[in-house]
């Protein structure tokens, strides 16, 4: 029995295969787990739980059969799902979890984030990132109408494109500094996290300590980027 961990699935209606895969792994090895941990980015872009988009019914469904088996799974918000709420956490079964989560892995703390605050470089993003997780701005958004909401994130979606095509790679990966601060903040050796799509176990000594800080892959490169954790270590592997 193991652990499982994926995030920056950005599911989406126009990717049918990578919705496919993710339903397999539903099926499949997901079942075989002591837990499954999705750490933000499961949608390309989320505008509220109300929305009557196919997808989202058909994702919830697949995630409540494999919660009502008995496995326990767990999401964190993404920069693409962050109105991600309560409502399909239920129709899903899964738990939401805080920005930043501690777990107990196998006798181990680790510290679990979506990974965007971790890039400290790139500040447009953080500054845009402070606005949107605003719960007022959210609730201001989230009571226009969905047709509206719809081209809003189509928008922002094209803003973003436009802004990264300015930006170097080193901008967008994690900050070393900001890496090492979360560990000492939260008291941990261990982190998991998604979201530069870079995806490594590093094991660095950080003041003389052995680190590790897993990054998983999104699913549209990595063939369904997954982080497999028992007692025995952790893996990352494909699905298929
Ligand atoms: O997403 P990705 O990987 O391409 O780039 C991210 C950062 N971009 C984002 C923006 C999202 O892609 C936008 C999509 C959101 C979907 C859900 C929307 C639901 C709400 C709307 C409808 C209800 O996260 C990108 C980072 C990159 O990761 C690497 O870390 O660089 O950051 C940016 O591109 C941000 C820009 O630098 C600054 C954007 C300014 C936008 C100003 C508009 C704010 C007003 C919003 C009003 C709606």
């Known amino acids: ?14 990717c049918p295969a990578i919705t496919g895969l ?7 090895q997901a079942r075989q787990a002591d837990a499954c941990y999705i750490l933000g980015d499961l949608f390309e872009a989320w505008i509220g739980d109300d929305d009557d988009a196919e997808l989202g ?3 919830a469904l697949a995630l409540r059969s494999l919660t009502d088996s008995g496995i326990p799974v767990f999401f964190l918000h993404g920069n693409r799902d962050f109105l991600l709420g309560e409502r399909f956490a239920a129709a899903a079964g899964f738990r939401l979890l805080a920005q930043t989560e501690i777990i107990d892995l196998y006798g181990e703390p ?4 979506h990974g965007d605050t971790l890039c400290t470089d790139d500040t447009a993003y953080q500054a845009f990132r402070a606005q949107v997780r605003n719960p007022l701005w959210q ?8 047709a509206q909401r719809r081209v809003l994130a189509g928008q922002l979606r094209e803003t973003s494109r436009q802004s990264t095509r300015q930006k170097t790679a080193d901008i967008m990966d994690v900050n070393p500094v900001a890496v090492t601060q979360a560990l000492r903040d939260h008291g941990v050796q261990r982190m998991i996290h998604g979201h530069t799509h870079r995806p490594a176990i590093h094991d660095v000594l950080l003041e003389g300590q052995p680190t590790r800080r897993a990054v998983l ?17 952790w893996r990352l592997e494909t699905v298929i």
Do not use: K, Y
């Open 110 to 113: 680790v510290l679990l984030l």
């Open 22 to 28: 993710f339903l397999a792994f539903l099926e499949g």
């Open 57 to 59: 019914r058909t994702v």
């Open 217 to 233: 892959g999104d699913w549209s490169a990595n063939l369904g980027s997954v982080l497999r954790c028992d007692a025995s270590g």
């Open 1 to 14: 029995m193991a652990t499982l961990f994926i995030s920056d699935l950005h599911l989406d209606a126009s």
């Open 139 to 146: 609730a201001q958004l989230l009571a226009l109408p969905l």
